[in-house]
Every structure is written in C-alpha cells, then in structure tokens.
C-alpha cells in the first residue's frame, strides 16, 4: 500500500495535467526485486547508490529491513541525500533516515505502532505522531494511508490545490 499511496498520486497528477509533470525510477538496496510483505516480487531499475540526483527521494521500507541498512546503504542513501530537494522516509523508511542521521535535530513520525520505538532509538529526534512531517527538506510519513496524504500535499505544494 506504501508504494501504491507514492506512485498513483503522481500518475495521476500526469493524467490529469495532460503531461509528465512527474517521473520515477525504482530502486532497491542491491539492485534486485523487492519482494512486498504479501509475496509479490516488485522489479527495480537498478541500486541505490551515487550519484544520483532528482527532486525528490522517497525511501520506503518494510518489514525487515535491518537486512538492507547495511553500511554500504546507509553510506549511499546520505550521499544521494545531498542532491535531492526532498528526502522522505515512508513507512518504515524513517528508520533507515533515522540510521543515517540525516534526521538528526529534526521533527520526524514513523507508524503509530513504531512512534514509540522510533522515538526511543532516536531520542535526538522531535518525534511526532502527525500522520506526517515536513522539516526542511525531510519528510516522514506515518504509513500508507499518511503517505497518500504526504503525496497530495507535495502534488498541491508543486502544481496546485486545483489539480
């Protein structure tokens, strides 16, 4: 539902303005599929790692994902961090922000069934239990449903409340 609740605003938001305001590229940790927690297999284009660059980098984890913030991920998601307008962390993807320490002193949610672990493994955090959260260039958002929102807001932020 995370990816759903990133991807369809924004094909939507193409459809509805009659061009591509909005383009994205899937990437994972190794450069192969993501398997959802439901079992089905997500292909990517590729791996994280620099240089990237672009307007947004939106970060969404799952379950599990202690087995993809290795050093080497982590390295890589705070280098690209640097060249994008807005880094969000979806879902549990605040918690690969959170290790990178590119959410240090910053105000941050995570889902409510995490916000009070999130809140005790990163107590140099703001932690908030908004749906989501805008500091600067970080986002979080607080699940599936919250990222939908976060998506409109970034949508209405670009092109406008009309659209």
Excluded: Y
């Excluded at 997500?42 to 990237?52: C, D, K, Q, T």
């Excluded at 994008?84 to 549990?92: K, L, N």
Aim: hydrophobic content about 45%; glycine content about 12%.
């Amino acid at each position: 539902m995370s990816l759903a609740s990133v991807l369809d605003p924004m094909r939507a938001a193409n459809r509805i303005s009659g061009r591509d305001v909005f383009r994205w590229r899937l990437l994972s940790a190794d450069g192969k599929p993501v398997v959802l927690t439901c079992g089905v297999p997500i292909a990517v284009e590729g791996m994280l790692h620099p240089p990237l660059a672009g307007d947004a980098l939106l970060v969404i984890g799952g379950f599990n994902l202690d087995r993809h913030a290795s050093k080497k991920f982590i390295g890589a998601l705070q280098e690209c961090s640097r060249h994008f307008d807005i880094v969000a962390g979806i879902e549990s993807g605040c918690w690969l922000l959170g290790r990178s320490g590119l959410l240090n002193g910053r105000k941050a949610t995570a889902h409510w069934e995490e916000l009070e672990d999130f809140s005790q493994a990163f107590p140099e955090l703001a932690v908030l239990g908004d749906r989501f959260v805008v500091d600067g260039k970080f986002w979080t958002s607080g699940g599936a449903s919250p990222t939908f929102d976060m998506m409109l807001h970034w949508i209405t932020q670009r092109l406008g409340s009309a659209l």
